[in-house]
């Protein structure tokens, strides 16, 4: 079935009564709007399928979903997604037996049921009085719906994101393993309805590069322990691993890749944008439950359990495809209400730009003597047709410029969620490519402050790459760029374009090593597919980052 709609979006707001609330039509910064066609025709991408049928539910058009559903299901029988969806929608039917029976399909099919707490809640408030909920809401009053995740790690301090089952005081508490004794404990914290139930609990006072474990107290009783170690201290030489990519789309059989990475247990997790595909800012519930499907995962969980996490978004977790936000703070009014907050929600990073009154996912951390700048290159982004135009927004290139001019790491690495070279994808203004004004500016700034030792990171192509670009005035800048965790899609190797080296299949992500305990420090980026196999890899030293 094909069917054009006004460009009206239903969304169900986390707070708000039971019923939709209709959303006016509002320019998404020139982005491509949701594609309304449930006839769906790529079926390969998987994670764009469930999306495309809740979008359905919420504008309350349950029969056709229905047909799309089953058909999808005919296809793929057993499929858990599907099974899962189509409980929600006889939910929304008040067909309570039926969607109770779907549900437990679903689960039994290997649908964590965490889901089923976590919702989106008011996709699930109809089938709330089932026993099948009953028996879920018992059990998580013990356990936690998503997480933990370990986030803002530095060389003294841990952050802790959880989500539960209810309003629930939280309480980290993270012991020395050599001695038993406890090294360090968080102030007693509370997951807020307002917050989706998730909370962020902080534990300082820790010592560099070592090994701990910790437990969360639940409502006083404790659960899900588990073990990470602190970042090597800051501003000393050091070695150290870690992990970095981007487009990691939903897709069950791929969702192995988080056991690859930790396979080879990395110090930090860099997810640079694209993280789980959203493309719908002006629908909270899709947000949630965007969120909610990878933050069950078991392979996520175990990961983000151990390895720390520092994100920045993208355009898919942004709002579209290739989409600009705009120089204003409060417009589109999706981007300060809803989808900022939803973003600050779901992750624990060490700072969101300038926060509430100067939004964004902007910020620094540091391991060792290496500094990462992640960089925010969709809230504050003009569109590339206009003049003047802008990636960062003048308040974060200043920003920038501040960060590189203090930077003192042997290495400074600036982490971009689009591709810094111009030749990565063609003629498309998405990259840096279409904000070529202020792409000289910042690199001709790195010349003129004679700023050594950078590196620059990047996501958004469906491939991995290494790229070099030559600079008449200064060094050569080395770009890694990674984003194809998870995803089915793929995009065309870049050999004949230029690129060192450039692999696409299957999945793969950066894995990159810091020595810089040798003489010449150096830097060392290697493809590392979803089956552990490293097809390419490349050393560039500290001396050759300087004039």
């Known amino acids: 079935m094909k069917s054009k709609l006004l460009l009206m979006l239903l969304c169900l707001l986390a707070a708000s009564p039971a019923e939709a609330q209709v959303l ?16 769906f025709k790529k079926e390969d991408q998987y994670k764009r399928v469930h999306q495309a049928a809740l979008r359905f539910i919420l504008r309350g058009q349950l029969d056709e979903t229905e047909t799309f559903l089953d058909q999808y299901l005919e296809k793929h029988p057993g499929d858990a997604e599907t099974l899962y969806m189509l409980g929600i929608l006889y939910g929304q039917r008040g067909n309570i037996p039926r969607a109770e029976a779907f549900l437990q399909r679903a689960l039994a099919a290997g649908l964590p049921d965490g889901r089923l707490i976590a919702g989106p809640r008011k996709m699930i408030e109809p089938i709330e009085a089932t026993k099948l909920m009953e028996d879920l809401r018992h059990k998580y009053t013990r356990e936690l719906v998503h997480g933990p995740l370990v986030g803002s790690v530095t060389d003294s301090a841990a952050s802790f994101w959880v989500r539960t089952s209810t309003e629930s005081q939280i309480q980290v508490t993270v012991i020395d393993p050599k001695t038993g004794d406890v090294a360090g404990r968080s102030e007693k ?18 010592e560099p590069n070592t ?3 910790y437990s969360i107290d639940l409502d006083g009783r404790p659960c899900s322990p588990g073990s990470f170690r602190t970042l090597s201290p800051q501003g000393k030489a050091s070695r150290f691993v870690i992990a970095f990519g981007g487009g990691a789309g939903y897709v069950p059989e791929n969702e192995r890749m988080w056991n690859t990475i930790g396979s080879f247990d990395p110090q930090a997790i860099l997810l640079l944008g694209d993280n789980v595909y959203i493309d719908d800012p002006e629908s909270i519930v899709m947000q949630q439950y965007t969120y909610h499907r990878r933050q069950s995962r078991p392979e996520w969980r175990k990961l983000t359990a151990r390895s720390p996490v520092f994100t920045i978004w993208d355009d898919h977790d942004f709002s579209t495809n290739d989409s600009w936000g705009g120089a204003d703070i409060d417009l589109p009014f999706w981007k300060k209400d809803w989808v900022f907050p939803i973003f600050r929600q779901n992750w624990a990073n060490p700072g969101y730009g300038g926060g509430d009154d100067q939004p964004g996912c902007w910020y620094t951390f540091h391991i060792g003597d290496v500094d990462f700048i992640m960089l925010d290159c969709r809230y504050y982004r003009t569109s590339p047709k206009e003049s003047p135009r802008s990636m960062l927004g003048p308040v974060q290139k200043k920003w920038l410029k501040e960060q590189l001019t203090s930077a ?15 030749r990565t994808k063609g003629d498309s203004l998405d990259t840096w490519n279409g904000y070529k004004e202020e792409h000289e500016e910042i690199l001709s700034f790195i010349e003129s402050q004679n700023i050594e030792g950078v590196l620059l990171m990047s996501a958004d192509r469906h491939r991995s790459d290494a790229w070099k670009m030559s600079r008449p005035n200064g060094y050569d800048l080395y770009e890694f760029n990674s984003s194809r965790l998870t995803n089915q899609h793929v995009h065309a190797t870049m050999e004949k374009q230029g690129a060192i080296f450039s692999y696409n299949k299957p999945q ?16 060392t980026y290697e493809v590392v597919n979803i089956d552990g196999e490293k097809p390419h890899s490349i050393t560039v030293m500290r001396s050759e980052l300087k004039k």
């Open 24 to 39: 006016p039509a509002y320019d998404l910064g020139g982005a491509s709007k949701p594609n309304p066609d449930l006839s």
């Open 508 to 523: 793969s992500f950066g894995l990159v090593t810091f020595d810089t305990t040798v003489d010449d420090p150096q830097v």
């Open 408 to 422: 003192t790491g042997t290495f400074k690495v600036i982490c971009s969620s689009v591709p810094w070279d111009f």
């Open 189 to 206: 914290t509370t997951s807020n309805a307002s917050e989706d139930y998730t909370a962020v609990a902080n534990v300082s006072g820790l």
């Open 211 to 213: 090994e701990y474990q």
